[in-house]
């Protein structure tokens, strides 16, 4: 059981039966009256956000949330196949669970899955993927000097902005939080 003084950013807690993650708080104490809590909390099923105001004291339930590193494998229709790595349970996730993380999903690539109560609610990518560029305009020599930028698609299917001197079939670092390229990769 956690309590309102327990709160810190991040802390998962079952409030209405319901799995939150506590995204902002401030510990109000007024001249008169009793001391509270301001909360923001996002659904961890929804994603909605509400802002509910605590008195010292209350109690929250630990939601039954367990994150497991898991292997991609492949994908049917909407359906993204992820594998325990120590069980080798394979798990059925929905497309609409990974948003727009399925342009830098690489197969065999390494995620965590955050489950409550067994079912699947979120699916966080490594932090960087190194993606092989399929199909860009050619690079042309000496435009290192500007800021500009061109579209790439990756081996993956997504596509990211990378400088004009970056060429098709190199491979490039992408940042999966942004979507954007961090720089090129040789090996």
Known sequence: MYEVSDFRT??????????????????????????????KLKSLLSGRTIQPTFKSGETFGEPDVEEKQMQYLYHDDDHYTFMDTTTYDQVAVQKELLGDQVSWLQENSTCAVLFWNGKPLAVTLPTFVVLKITSCEPGVRGDTATNASKPATLESGGIVNVPLFINEGERVKIDTRTGSYVERVNY
Do not use: D
């Open 10 to 39: 991040g802390l998962k807690i079952e409030y209405e039966g319901e799995p939150y993650i506590v995204v902002e708080f401030q510990h109000v104490k007024p001249g008169k009256g009793n001391a509270f809590t301001r909360t």
